[in-house]
T-cell receptor
Framework: GENVEQHPSTLSVQEGDSAVIKCTYS??????FPWYKQELGKRPQLIID?????GEKKDQRIAVTLNKTAKHFSLHITETQPEDSAVYFC????????????FGKGTKLSVKP | EAGVTQSPTHLIKTRGQQATLRCSPI?????VYWYQQALGLGLQFLLW???????NRGNFPPRFSGRQFPNYSSELNVNALELEDSALYLC?????????????FGSGTRLTVV
């Protein structure tokens, strides 16, 4: 079945450094790739997404890249801050424009001041 | 605008019992999704409902079931509870299953099976 692999499972960086989280997906029909941030005890919240017709998207300190040929996408956070500490989930859409999301197992990011 | 609401917030059940979890989507959203978040296992897809119909199901046993009502709210039922069913159950909604507009999650129901 459809699968999304996410690495690493934990990531610790110093404040101000960059963090990169990588995901691969198996469904060739996937065309939407969101990233969610979940702070401790809170609901997952969408932070950035990318569609299959775009290779890169930026939003301030956050960027996402997509390589459809290799079926992988990555989240890049620059100039990390302690408030970036959370669990990050990547996801890929199942099928075409309508469907459900398949999530990776998450990356726990710790930003040390 | 109200977000996705879930009830109850916490639920404690005994092994073998049944649990019922409820979700109200954002106004105008017709699709409801259920996910199980167990420790270390990420967000595992359970069920997707749209317009009252089950559209897709994850790799869970039949004792996990649900339904969607005419007002688009949804109910998740877990029968014959097992200890490993203890988890946070998250509901999300979207516009007619068009996931490219993203999901909005509720705050979840924490189910504890003892």
């Amino acid at each position: 079945g459809e699968n999304v692999e996410q690495h690493p499972s934990t990531l610790s960086v110093q404040e101000g450094d960059s963090a990169v989280i990588k995901c691969t997906y198996s469904d060739s029909a996937s065309n939407y790739f969101p990233w969610y941030k979940q702070e401790l005890g809170k609901r997952p919240q969408l932070i950035i997404d990318i569609r299959s017709n775009v290779g890169e998207k930026k939003d301030q300190r956050i960027a996402v890249t997509l390589n459809k040929t290799a079926k992988h996408f990555s989240l890049h956070i620059t100039e990390t801050q302690p408030e970036d500490s959370a669990v990050y989930f990547c996801a890929a859409s199942r099928g075409g424009s309508q469907g459900n999301l398949i999530f990776g197992k998450g990356t726990k990011l710790s930003v040390k001041p | 605008e109200a977000g996705v609401t879930q009830s109850p917030t916490h639920l404690i059940k005994t092994r073998g019992q049944q649990a019922t979890l409820r979700c109200s989507p954002i106004s105008g959203h017709t699709s409801v999704y259920w996910y199980q978040q167990a420790l270390g296992l990420g967000l595992q897809f359970l069920l997707w409902y749209d317009e009252g119909e089950e559209r897709n199901r994850g790799n869970f046993p039949p004792r996990f079931s649900g339904r969607q009502f005419p007002n688009y709210s949804s109910e998740l039922n877990v029968n014959a509870l097992e200890l490993e069913d203890s988890a946070l159950y998250l509901c999300a909604s979207s516009l007619a299953g068009y996931v490219r507009y993203g999901y909005t999650f509720g705050s979840g129901t924490r189910l504890t099976v003892v």
